[in-house]
Each structure stands twice: as structure tokens, then as C-alpha cells.
């Protein structure tokens, strides 16, 4: 059975860095699979952050994420990580990993869904 299982949310001021960390876990070894980062802002819709394309692996970034924010993977560890810098108030939200069997390009609604973490970007 799948699982993910994000960690590294809390409160950081203005301009401040936080780095976000999701465990998956009930993936064959040498599978194959996406994952990616989402959020939930307060009165807003989920929207797609950071994610790899399933074509050569390259990072995908949403506009607000793109130049701030840095996804990577570890598969070894089955571990996946966003750096989020220069934060701003925008940026508090509720951080989801997702992960999916099926690896498509962009951003598109995952099966595997974490509890999500509090990002809280404020003075």
C-alpha cells in the first residue's frame, strides 16, 4: 500500500527559507512513479508547486514557485524534498506531496495524498 508522508511546515518570516520533506513508501524498488508538490491557501483552490515530468525527469515549477523554490528526489531514500526561499505571505498555505503509478508531464490530479503540512509565512 502506498504512502506519503510530508514533514517540515512551520512558521517562517518574510524572505525566510523552510524546506519541506515527503516520504513515500509501498513503491517497488525499481518502480517508476511521480511525485510532486501541491498546496491549499486559505479560500483557494489546490494548486500544483513543483513537480518531475515524466519525459526526461526534468522539474516543473508552477509561476509563483519558479525561481524561489527548488524540488529534488532521492531514490534511494524514497525521499522528496521542496526548498522553498525568499517566502513570502503569498506562500502560507497547507503543503500536500502527492504520488502516482502513473507519470505524466505537469500537473494533474495524483491518487496518493499525505496529510499535508502548515507553512506559515508571516512577521
Same mark, same amino acid.
Given at each position: 500500500?502506498?504512502?506519503?508522508?510530508?514533514?517540515?511546515?512551520?512558521?517562517?518570516?518574510?524572505?525566510?527559507?523552510?524546506?519541506?520533506?515527503?516520504?513515500?513508501s509501498?513503491?517497488?524498488?525499481?518502480?517508476?512513479?511521480?511525485?510532486?508538490?501541491?498546496?491549499?491557501?486559505?479560500?483557494?483552490?489546490?494548486?500544483?508547486?513543483?513537480?518531475f515530468?515524466?519525459?526526461?525527469?526534468?522539474?516543473h515549477?508552477s509561476?509563483?514557485?519558479?525561481?524561489?523554490?527548488t524540488?529534488?528526489r532521492?531514490?534511494?531514500? *524514497?525521499?522528496?524534498?521542496?526548498?522553498?526561499? *525568499?517566502?513570502?505571505?503569498?506562500?502560507?498555505?497547507?503543503?500536500?506531496?502527492?504520488?502516482?503509478?502513473?507519470?505524466?508531464?505537469?500537473?494533474?490530479?495524483?491518487?496518493?495524498?499525505?496529510?499535508?503540512?502548515?507553512?506559515?509565512? *508571516?512577521?
Amino acid at each position: 500500500q502506498v504512502h506519503v508522508a510530508e514533514s517540515g511546515g512551520g512558521l517562517v518570516q518574510p524572505g525566510g527559507s523552510l524546506t519541506l520533506s515527503c516520504a513515500a513508501s509501498g513503491f517497488a524498488s525499481e518502480e517508476d512513479y511521480a511525485i510532486g508538490w501541491f498546496r491549499r491557501a486559505p479560500g483557494k483552490e489546490r494548486e500544483g508547486v513543483s513537480c518531475f515530468d515524466s519525459t526526461d525527469g526534468s522539474t516543473h515549477y508552477s509561476h509563483p514557485a519558479a525561481g524561489r523554490f527548488t524540488i529534488s528526489r532521492d531514490n534511494v531514500k *524514497s525521499t522528496m524534498y521542496l526548498q522553498m526561499n *525568499s517566502l513570502k505571505p503569498d506562500d502560507t498555505a497547507v503543503y500536500y506531496c502527492a504520488a502516482d503509478r502513473r507519470w505524466y508531464d505537469g500537473f494533474y490530479d495524483y491518487n496518493y495524498w499525505g496529510q499535508g503540512t502548515q507553512v506559515t509565512v *508571516s512577521s
